[in-house]
């Protein structure tokens, strides 16, 4: 077999649309389709992915006077899933920035690494950035590439209960750092009913300080 088949034959191997199994609810590689709606910050939110067949999905998610969204796709590989979205944020007093998203999530279990039962994924990506930063009453724009890198993990207690653990940083242009962590707990109250609450913590120098209690219900169908 000469090399030119062979890098073939890794490529598709690698790069595979995967097909779809059953998965923890909270599994970012999921391909799915569902509804769901949550609280954080006193603001509701709605949400929900299109499952377009067993590799692609298209996702959305907006609060309710429409400040903050995001609209973004998904495909999965034997590999990982590839991620990209239209993020808007609002910071407050005037805060905001739009980010142009590309990323990934890849689990670590492709690598027999799931330490303490715990199923951690890498993630990593690329963003552009777009927005308004303001101090002290002056806004100022901003503009800047930017890339990330984190982890994301979650370890079933049992049939219904999982935990979830995050962390990860941004670097950027103009002097963009970020650093983001949290956790929380998931409960699968059926098949297809679930329910989550996430503790969200970020520091950015560009748009300082948040905290967020983020309160989630989703519902997936068959």
Not at 110 to 137: A, H, K, L, M
Not at 153 to 165: I, V
């Amino acid at each position: 077999m000469n090399k030119s088949i062979l890098i073939a034959a890794l490529f598709t191997s690698l790069f595979t649309p995967a097909f779809a199994e059953e998965k923890n609810p909270e599994d970012p590689t999921k391909i799915i389709t569902k509804v769901g709606a949550g609280y954080t910050n006193s603001k509701l939110t709605f949400s929900g992915s299109l499952g377009l067949d067993e590799a692609r999905m298209m996702n959305v998610t907006v609060n309710d006077d429409a400040s903050e969204w995001n609209v973004g796709g998904s495909w999965l590989f034997d590999i990982g899933i590839l991620n990209f979205s239209v993020r808007k944020s609002d910071y407050g007093e005037g805060a905001v920035n739009t980010s142009y998203n590309i990323g990934s999530f890849i689990p670590t279990s492709e690598f027999n690494f799931t330490p303490w039962s715990w199923q951690p994924f890498i993630t990593f990506g690329y963003s552009y950035n777009d927005g308004v930063s303001v101090e002290d009453g002056v806004e100022k724009e901003i503009q800047s590439h930017s890339g990330y890198i984190g982890g994301f993990a979650l370890k079933p207690l049992n049939d219904k209960w999982t935990a979830l653990a995050f962390a990860g940083t941004t670097q950027g242009q103009n002097d963009l750092s970020s650093y983001w962590g949290g956790g929380g707990i998931s409960h699968r109250l059926s098949d297809n009913h679930s329910l989550n609450v996430l503790g969200i913590v970020v520091d950015s120098s560009i748009y300082g300080d948040e905290q967020r209690l983020n309160i989630n219900y989703r519902y997936e169908f068959n």
